[in-house]
């Protein structure tokens, strides 16, 4: 098999579509680049979502956590607390288990049980609690000024929200929460190591690595692999990220725009 | 455990449940819990070692020496770390079985590689075949301590180098001025003053160590992931005699709380420590505990 046809074998295998059985014997890094490839589309798929969706929830979390009434602040706590104090692969696991109970109860909740969306509102939710917190602390740090200036300006209410605590809030939080999108594409790869099946085989990048790692004994070719794959993603994440950077402080002068400075964060 | 537990299939309620919870194999649940924290108090320190040479190598004068710290410490920049802990455990076997081989089996001519094999002389082989079961556990969980120890010494490594460039220059000028040499600063001026600034850095990654812990299971220790999942699954009477259903949400309900209580535990304990390091520093926390005295 040319290496085009492994691709056009293979390069969606992590969809179900193509070759069903995967390769068997001479594994070749063709096959290895093409499979592990196909898998980072699922990274992609739950690293997006989450994030897409997550974003809202957090938004309202961290207001939540900031408002005086303790009927919405102790819930917005625990939930924060609950989320960021356990690993996400107990998460995963409970999630699973959870959705497994429910499903002998209800049948409807038979989806969830699958990857695509038990996995996926695991990690919404984790990634909300995560990213509310860095919203929130971004909201405490909203320099007085800026708010005084609005008052004299005379918004209120909503209008001052929307207008100058909001879009200040997102340009203090920018650099943590590019991090913690950089981080949840990396949990992504926990996905299908804990309880979640890959059905048919169809797993993520790491799922297929490891399968190649097992397959062939070899570790030093499957895993440097992934990581270059990893590392691509990290810094098309980062660029993507950097311009919205560059478009929430498009009011200030050139020099006095902050670079992105990314520090790295490490496992949930 | 109990005497009423001799007849099972009698019990009901509270005293059945003290009973199930008392079995051999809960026992073992329970065990492991120690493992998890004895992984805890080994990988610590050690990774705590690993990331203060890593961070000195990087600030090292010896440019191949400051070229491997920097390597060691962008090691983990971009890589899930899953995928480094896979990798690690893998890696580090073959390494010692690779190296047992070039010593013990010089005569050996084979290839070590053969296709999707890999083969080493029995008497390489780590644990050697022979060798009891407890040899073999015990050699798993070193090497998953290592492969810890490694990932977080960079992490930590990362977050020692940023406090020793925190260290205030004038300090190791005055130091300098004193007429000490660049080794003498640095053990004497710079390693007691970085720790105030590295410990937010260090308490945070003790919360990711501590969160890290479950992936144990993936590296193939049976820590309290594993028997989390083999004691709640279904079980029927012909296997035990406390039969139930499908209890495994519970038991990770279970190892949630006990996360939570834990990594809070150690955030309050970590903040007081905070408090007291921060005693007498040249630090906005120093200052206003010393504002708060007068």
Same mark, same amino acid.
């Given at each position: 098999?040319?290496?085009?046809?492994?691709?056009?074998?293979?390069?969606?295998?992590?969809?179900?579509?193509?070759?069903?059985?995967?390769?068997?014997?001479?594994?070749?890094?063709?096959?290895?680049?093409?499979?592990?490839?196909?898998?980072?589309?699922?990274?992609?798929?739950?690293?997006?979502?989450?994030?897409?969706?997550?974003?809202?929830?957090?938004?309202?979390?961290?207001?939540?956590?900031?408002?005086?009434?303790?009927?919405?602040?102790?819930?917005?706590?625990?939930?924060?607390?609950?989320?960021?104090?356990?690993?996400?692969?107990?998460?995963?696991?409970?999630?699973? +288990?959870?959705? %497994?109970?429910?499903?002998?109860?209800?049948?409807?909740?038979?989806?969830?049980?699958?990857?695509?969306?038990?996995?996926?509102?695991?990690?919404?939710?984790?990634?909300?609690?995560?990213?509310?917190?860095?919203?929130?602390?971004?909201?405490?740090?909203?320099?007085?000024?800026?708010?005084?200036?609005?008052?004299?300006?005379?918004?209120?209410?909503?209008?001052?929200?929307?207008?100058?605590?909001?879009?200040?809030?997102?340009? %203090?939080?920018?650099?943590?929460?590019?991090?913690?999108?950089?981080?949840?594409?990396?949990?992504?790869?926990?996905?299908? +190591?804990?309880?979640?099946?890959?059905?048919?085989?169809?797993?993520?990048?790491?799922?297929?690595?490891? +399968?190649?790692?097992?397959?062939?004994?070899?570790?030093?070719?499957?895993?440097?692999?992934?990581?270059?794959?990893?590392?691509?993603?990290?810094?098309?994440?980062?660029?993507?990220?950097?311009?919205?950077?560059?478009?929430?402080?498009?009011?200030?002068?050139?020099?006095?725009?902050?670079?992105?400075?990314?520090?790295?964060?490490?496992?949930? | 455990?109990?005497?009423?537990?001799?007849?099972?299939?009698?019990?009901?309620?509270?005293?059945?449940?003290?009973?199930?919870?008392?079995?051999?194999?809960?026992?073992?649940?329970?065990?492991?819990?120690?493992?998890?924290?004895?992984?805890?108090?080994?990988? @610590?320190?050690?990774?705590?070692?690993?990331?203060?040479?890593?961070?000195?190598?990087?600030?090292?004068?010896?440019?191949?020496?400051?070229?491997?710290?920097?390597?060691?410490?962008?090691?983990?920049?971009?890589?899930?770390?899953?995928?480094?802990?896979?990798?690690?455990?893998?890696?580090?076997?073959?390494?010692?079985?690779?190296?047992?081989?070039?010593?013990?089996?010089?005569?050996?001519?084979?290839?070590?590689?053969?296709?999707?094999?890999?083969?080493?002389?029995?008497?390489?082989?780590?644990?050697?075949?022979?060798?009891?079961?407890? *040899?073999?556990?015990?050699?798993?969980?070193?090497?998953?301590?290592?492969?810890?120890?490694?990932?977080?010494?960079?992490?930590?490594?990362? *977050?020692?180098?940023?406090?020793?460039? @925190? *260290?205030?220059?004038?300090?190791?000028?005055?130091?300098?001025?004193?007429?000490?040499?660049?080794?003498?600063?640095?053990?004497?001026?710079?390693?007691?003053?970085?720790? *105030?600034?590295?410990?937010?850095?260090?308490?945070?990654?003790?919360?990711?160590?501590?969160?890290?812990?479950?992936?144990?299971?993936?590296?193939?220790?049976?820590?309290?992931?594993?028997?989390?999942?083999?004691?709640?699954?279904?079980?029927?009477?012909?296997?035990?005699?406390?039969?139930?259903?499908?209890?495994?949400?519970?038991?990770?309900?279970?190892?949630?709380?006990?996360?939570?209580?834990?990594?809070?535990?150690?955030?309050?304990?970590?903040?007081?420590?905070?408090?007291?390091?921060?005693?007498?520093?040249?630090?906005?926390?120093?200052?206003?505990?010393?504002?708060?005295?007068?």
């Amino acid at each position: 098999m040319s290496c085009w046809e492994t691709i056009q074998a293979y390069g969606l295998r992590s969809l179900g579509i193509g070759e069903r059985l995967l390769p068997r014997e001479d594994y070749n890094l063709c096959q290895q680049f093409t499979l592990i490839g196909s898998g980072l589309i699922w990274n992609i798929y739950f690293g997006v979502l989450a994030l897409a969706a997550g974003f809202f929830f957090a938004n309202a979390l961290a207001l939540a956590k900031s408002t005086r009434s303790p009927w919405l602040r102790k819930p917005a706590e625990w939930f924060i607390f609950v989320f960021r104090g356990s690993p996400l692969f107990v998460q995963f696991f409970f999630g699973y +288990f959870l959705f %497994l109970s429910l499903k002998g109860v209800y049948p409807i909740f038979s989806p969830f049980t699958a990857a695509w969306l038990g996995a996926l509102i695991v990690l919404f939710l984790n990634t909300s609690a995560y990213t509310a917190e860095i919203f929130y602390g971004a909201l405490r740090s909203i320099p007085k000024g800026d708010v005084e200036a609005a008052d004299a300006y005379g918004f209120s209410g909503y209008p001052r929200f929307r207008r100058i605590v909001w879009p200040t809030m997102l340009r %203090l939080a920018w650099p943590a929460y590019t991090n913690e999108a950089i981080f949840l594409f990396h949990a992504t790869t926990l996905v299908f +190591f804990s309880g979640f099946p890959a059905w048919q085989q169809r797993g993520d990048a790491l799922y297929y690595a490891n +399968f190649f790692a097992d397959k062939t004994f070899n570790p030093f070719v499957p895993y440097p692999i992934l990581a270059g794959y990893f590392i691509t993603l990290t810094l098309i994440i980062v660029s993507i990220f950097g311009l919205f950077n560059r478009y929430l402080n498009r009011h200030l002068p050139q020099e006095a725009r902050r670079k992105l400075k990314i520090r790295m964060n490490v496992i949930r | 455990m109990f005497e009423f537990c001799s007849n099972p299939d009698a019990l009901s309620g509270l005293t059945w449940l003290s009973c199930y919870l008392t079995t051999t194999k809960h026992t073992a649940l329970y065990v492991s819990f120690g493992t998890v924290l004895l992984l805890l108090a080994i990988t @610590a320190p050690v990774s705590l070692l690993f990331g203060f040479f890593g961070a000195a190598a990087a600030r090292a004068r010896f440019l191949p020496l400051r070229w491997f710290g920097k390597a060691y410490i962008a090691l983990v920049r971009g890589i899930p770390d899953i995928a480094l802990f896979l990798f690690f455990v893998i890696a580090l076997d073959q390494a010692v079985e690779w190296t047992r081989h070039k010593i013990l089996c010089p005569g050996w001519t084979e290839p070590i590689r053969q296709g999707n094999d890999f083969v080493v002389c029995a008497a390489a082989k780590m644990p050697l075949g022979t060798a009891p079961q407890w *040899v073999h556990e015990a050699y798993g969980f070193s090497l998953a301590v290592f492969t810890f120890a490694i990932v977080f010494g960079a992490f930590a490594a990362n *977050v020692m180098f940023g406090a020793m460039r @925190a *260290v205030p220059r004038a300090q190791i000028e005055t130091a300098e001025a004193y007429g000490m040499s660049h080794r003498q600063a640095f053990w004497r001026v710079m390693v007691p003053q970085m720790w *105030v600034y590295a410990l937010p850095g260090l308490s945070n990654l003790w919360m990711i160590l501590i969160k890290a812990t479950p992936l144990l299971f993936l590296l193939g220790v049976e820590d309290i992931v594993y028997w989390a999942r083999e004691l709640g699954g279904t079980k029927t009477s012909r296997f035990t005699s406390y039969p139930h259903g499908d209890w495994r949400m519970w038991y990770f309900l279970g190892l949630l709380v006990f996360y939570l209580m834990f990594t809070r535990v150690s955030e309050i304990f970590l903040e007081r420590l905070m408090r007291r390091l921060s005693h007498g520093q040249a630090t906005t926390g120093g200052e206003s505990q010393r504002k708060a005295a007068a």
